[in-house]
């Protein structure tokens, strides 16, 4: 295991693979308009349940609005975001100069009082039925995978990673800290009950890169 604690960034190898991890990614004074702006992109571009798996509902692929890319907080945060990609990049051994982020969106899971083609209880019955292995999937093509944990009711609401048939690497999502790891390897989010998002979300901002 690799400590900068001055920075809160830890790196850890198992299987050969390197999870990454780092605390206090973006500047305190910018998270309430983070989150509003977060919530904003996701409801106004929130994909359908029935294109996307519920939970989590999700937003559009977002770096393809040019009103998101070249706002200012977004900037920011997207330049913070590359900082510990490059990071990831030197422990891993990838040249940095071969990877681009091309895909970036958000995700809630909270109360089931939004919009869309779907009813209240076909929302709390795909809640009930969610089961955190048999949510496993993975991004073909993307080396380089970061989860960011913009709001969580607990820690423990973090992203599971399959190693092996019998091995996985979990990671707790403390808010404002990130992950970056392998998204090829099969990997999950563990959601909260309803009764706990009704009160406070789990909201993440991903981001997935490839080679130029």
Same mark, same amino acid.
């Given at each position: 295991m690799? @400590?900068?604690?001055?920075?809160? &960034? !830890?790196?850890?190898?198992?299987?050969?693979?390197?999870? %990454?991890?780092?605390q206090d990614v973006i500047p305190e004074e910018l998270l309430p308009d983070l989150y509003t702006s977060a919530v904003k992109w996701l409801e106004n571009t929130r994909k359908p349940i029935t294109k996307e798996v519920y939970p989590p509902e999700a937003s559009d692929q977002l770096l393809g609005y040019r009103e998101f890319v070249t706002d200012p907080l977004w900037s920011t945060y997207y *330049?913070? &975001? *590359?900082?510990?990609? #490059?990071?990831? @990049? !030197? $422990?891993?051994s990838i040249d940095l100069? +071969?990877?681009? $982020?091309?895909?970036?969106?958000?995700?809630?899971? #909270? =109360? &089931?009082?939004?919009?869309?083609?779907? +009813?209240?209880? !076909?929302l709390r019955s795909r809640l009930r039925q969610h089961s955190t292995f048999g949510n496993m999937h993975s991004h073909t093509d993307n080396p380089i995978g970061i989860v960011y944990y913009l709001k969580n009711p607990d820690p423990k609401y973090g992203t599971i990673i399959q190693l092996s048939e019998k091995k996985v690497f979990n990671n =707790?999502?403390?808010?404002?800290? /990130? &992950?970056?790891?392998?998204?090829? /390897? %099969?990997? +999950? #989010? /563990? %959601?909260?009950?309803l009764e706990e998002v009704e009160k406070y979300p789990r909201i993440t901002i991903v981001c997935d890169c490839m080679f130029k």
């Open positions: 690799i @400590c900068d604690m001055s920075k809160k &960034i !830890q790196v850890k190898k198992h299987e050969n693979h390197f999870f %990454y991890k780092a *330049k913070e &975001i *590359k900082k510990h990609i #490059a990071k990831y @990049c !030197q $422990v891993a100069n +071969t990877i681009r $982020v091309h895909s970036s969106w958000i995700t809630r899971v #909270a =109360d &089931i009082e939004f919009p869309g083609k779907h +009813t209240k209880e !076909q =707790d999502g403390e808010e404002n800290s /990130l &992950i970056i790891f392998n998204p090829e /390897l %099969y990997h +999950t #989010a /563990l %959601y909260p009950p």
